[in-house]
């Protein structure tokens, strides 16, 4: 199990060390500040030293470090670490050296909190900010509402308080799809999928017990036989997915036997669900590449990106990253529309364009100049070029939400909004 | 009485009238709460930053009875760091510990009983059983669930005390506590003190427990689900209808949102899956293999503990991800650890299917930056032709055009998987040639002795295999040896191959090596060689160029035991290393001397295996020469540890030397060498082909 939790910033100076174990000598932290934080080569997050085992995650400028002595479960401790990271953002907005520093009474808190002897406990953010609050709203917690409070983090609704009202009863569906696509210089696709994300925010009353449903191809195909009577070919045009993963209000069991999602929420924002497509995926971009490295001096490049959704629709954020090679001097650009600008430190052309309506096509064209230099013999590598995107109301997978029912014992009406949004994620070409 | 105490202790530390501890010390005694708060967090920054503190104890335990919570918080977790440094005055924190523990606000009875745990003083310990019975059976499940971690932090100080008192049996029955997360704590508390103790049998999980435990799998936390599935994979069970059942319970897990769940699981399945029957175990491998794939595109870290999972998995199960190898692909922007894994993965998700794919993928990854990346690229693309015999043509095409762009690296490494493809497919010297442009720019060692093997072995088809080899021989004694003794064999097969005009080549390898060379091995090789060759050139020749076992897989695999451990052991730090736990972590508390002794131990055995080795080894030897060292008694009885043979006198040597038996002995010596003694192996092929 975990012996230790630091945060080190990158400098290497400890800001948190919280030891939960014996076996430690205090010099560790010196261990693994000489070992990975000033070793430019490490490759690997994980690093056993005797028999001292360091697990690493950087977030913004600090690291977070677990330390372990046993054969630990090391995707636990992974996870670990990122929760520390989720609720030190959920926290502090922002989780860096100086929110640290200026909260480090109460990240020791936390760290008492969410771990015992080494042993994870109850992290839902939501349950600790009952009892665990940042400097200004603390108040003396009352006898009997601390009782609740435990009740309720160790219960089995551990994520969802007791007797919420709201005026209005509302929920929010977006859908964030991560389009993630790898196409061959010869323009076939490598590899395409999506890497959807399904976050609710939920603003109910009492507890509603709800149900939501998609496209799920396994529930409206009609060759399963439990449903065939009741959905027509017609309701074709349902997403398959490859796999799901469901926040831990949801009934697994229920979802494994008959594939219905049904779940009493926690109050506020939280992701209800993580899907995986990979089957005909919309790509919304379609990009081709001509590049030509005319002798050692000179690179030509023509860009044409087309969208391919629908004219009613628009990206936003569009951003081409274009590399070049890394002894380019200068380069001239030439677009139809957005701007071009050669990014240096990137080793890159950035070519933005604010507004992508769709069923467009936009070109680009530019000429990069090399220095010629006796050192630089290697070829160059030609990274992939890639793109980034935003575009609403449009999904890559073709899923959609077909309902979300609310039940709850007073009856009420509730009002709810479904968001659709695409990105990209890895969205690269290579040339 | 407290008052005196502290003079005492004030006027041991003499302590400075000014700087930080001063000023930290007054306002921990101040009269004003706010400041006294204020002086008590400093303190604690200070302690963050390594600075010792442990000088203010007394001043700050003063601050103990507050009814601040979170001042409480911080004079505790002061407690914890500097408790070990003044185990005397802990004893003043007793009372409040005890009073706390029977507080009406079950927070602040969970906090005194978890930090008295964790102060690991002697004296303490005295104290602790009260208020631990008590809150053991606390009507708050929050307060137990501290209070069963407690006992494990218990144990760990005092068994005996633990077993004496009853505790060890209240933490068993708390397996079945109404509470999930209360089971769950019991569960990892009992797993621990196991682990530290079998003899206690602290958690023998039985078909009730495995019960209780299953039912409280649904409902604790996503940590607690962790616990449980680990003690449900650790359950034998031999009847196939209980295994049926955990597998049914456990798959939905496999849909829960955190890896480490998933992973969790999976280890579960597949700790109980061979019992079930054939359809079954299909159909839940099946269902594993989505979640497999979605946690090879989760977070990083995570991410390389799936990769390395999922590579021991497909050890076993090699058809479980077939159709899946694009997932794999690796991101131009993934770490190095990331890429590395998944072309490893790749490599053993090939099949003739799939292999064009890849193909195209290798070669793009061949052409990247990253030196140590592009090369095992390369040699992934050897691993490739080796395995799926009807890519081999492709194969070798991509390595043409690798060999064609001239980047130093990328050819050398080209040149070694070259030689393993030649020597598992006969057929393809038509590159030879290609090969050979190339041969000034190699540089290692590996990559040199590869292209001298080739040259070698091929130098009847090779025009200018004599020059080739004659460059080399220039700077022989600057070569390393496993370059010498490549260059020492393809000399005497330039020669048989070609005996014309390269006699003068071979006497002048022979002559210096026996004459100029130190390295044992090399002057016996050179020896024997030498006798062979005047003894009889046509017996040497069946000998030296006899045909070879192919090279059948180039694709590390575990040996089967290690892996059936370690696949139990998924999502641990053993099954990222593909190590066996025992070889990185001490065995509790006097692990590092233990491993140390066993370490000696160890070396002690190995010393004496290799001497034993040694000496079957020159026995081997003799009995496949035949040789007949009468004339040298000394000889055939080395002492340990020497070289095989110590050089004789040629002309006795080659008079005593019968050949009759030598070609039929080789092959065994040969096949029964394992794949990863490669090297070895190779040394021992050169010396015998």
Known sequence: ?431 | MQASIEKRIRSVFQIPRKGETYELRSGLVSQYAYERKDAIQRTIAAMTLGKDVSSLFPDVLKNIATPDLEQKKLVYLYLMNYAKSHPDLCILAVNTFVQDSEDGNPLVRALAIRTMGCIRVDKIIDYMEEPLRKTLKDDSPYVRKTAAICVAKLFDLNPTLVVENGFLTTLQGLLSDSNPMVVANAVSALTEIQETAPETNALIVSSEILKKLLTALNECTEWGRIAILTSIADYRTADAREAEHICERVVPQFQHVNPSVVLAAVKTVLCHIHLLNPELHKQYLDKMSPPLVTLAVSQPEVQYVALRNINLILQKYPDILSNQMRIFFCKYNDPLYLKVEKLDIMIRLANPKNVETLLSELKEYALEVDMDFVRRAVKAIGQCAIKVESSTERCVNVLLDLIATKVNYVVQEAVIVMRDILRRYPGYEGVIPTLCQGIDELDEPEARAAMIWIVGEYADKIDNADELIATFIESFTDEPTQVQLQLLTATVKLFLLKPQNTQPLVQRVLQTITNECDNADLRDRAYIYWRLLSANPQASKEIIMSKKPPVKNVIAHLPEPVLEELLRELSTLASVYHKPAETFVGQGRFGADALQKKALEEQAQLAQEETIHVATKVGNLENLLDIDFDLEPVASTPPPGASPMSPVPLAAGVAAMDLGGTPTMSPVLDTNQPQQFRSNVEDLLGMFD
């Open chain 1, 1 to 431: 199990m975990i012996s230790a939790v630091l945060l080190y910033n990158q400098k290497g100076e400890v800001l948190i060390s919280r030891l939960y174990r014996e076996g430690l000598r205090r010099s560790i932290s010196d261990l693994f500040r000489i070992q990975v934080i000033s070793n430019s080569d490490v490759r690997s997050p994980v690093l056993t030293l005797g028999t001292t085992t360091f697990c690493h995650v950087k977030h913004d400028n600090i690291y977070v470090v677990a330390i372990s002595r046993q054969n630990a479960d090391i995707a636990l401790v992974f996870e670990f670490l990122y929760k520390i990271v989720t609720l030190g953002r959920s926290y502090f907005g922002k989780f860096d050296e100086e929110a640290v520093k200026n909260n480090f009474t109460l990240i020791y808190e936390l760290l008492d909190e969410i771990m015992d002897f080494g042993y994870p406990q109850n992290t839902e953010t939501d349950t600790l900010k009952m009892y665990i609050m940042t400097e200004g709203v603390r108040s003396e917690t009352r006898m009997e509402e601390s009782s609740k409070i435990t009740m309720q983090a160790t219960g089995a609704l551990s994520w969802r308080r007791d007797n919420i009202k709201y005026r209005r009863n509302e929920v929010f569906v977006d859908v964030f799809e991560d389009v993630n696509l790898l196409m061959s210089a010869a323009g076939s696709v490598l590899r395409a999928d999506v890497a959807g994300q399904i976050i609710l925010r939920a603003y109910l009353s009492g507890t509603p017990e709800c149900k939501f449903g998609l496209n799920d191809s396994l529930l409206i195909d009609p060759s399963e036989d439990f449903h065939s009577s009741k959905m027509s070919k017609a309701a074709a045009g349902s997403v398959s997915l490859e796999d799901c993963q469901f926040h831990q209000c949801v009934r697994l069991g229920k979802f494994d036997a008959d594939r219905t999602i049904s779940f009493i929420p926690p109050d506020g924002e939280f992701e209800l669900m993580k899907y995986r497509t990979t089957e005909n995926i919309n790509l919304p971009f379609k990009v081709h590449v001509l590049v030509n490295e005319i002798g050692k001096s000179r690179v030509e490049y023509k860009i044409a990106v087309k969208a391919t959704f629908g004219s009613k629709l628009f990206a936003t954020g569009v951003l081409v990253k274009i590399p070049t090679p890394l002894n380019t001097a200068s380069v001239s650009t030439h677009v139809s529309h957005g701007k071009a600008k050669y990014e240096p430190s990137d080793n890159a052309i950035h070519w933005r364009i604010a507004r992508f309506p769709g069923d467009s096509e936009y070109v680009f064209s530019a000429d990069a100049e090399l220095l010629s230099s006796m050192t630089n013999t290697k070829t160059w590598s030609r990274p992939p070029v890639a793109m980034q995107f935003n575009l609403m109301m449009f999904t890559s997978s073709g899923l959609l939400v077909r309902y979300l029912k609310v039940f709850e014992k007073s009856n009420y009406t509730s009002v709810k909004w479904v968001r659709y949004v695409v990105r990209a994620g890895s969205y690269e070409i290579r040339f």
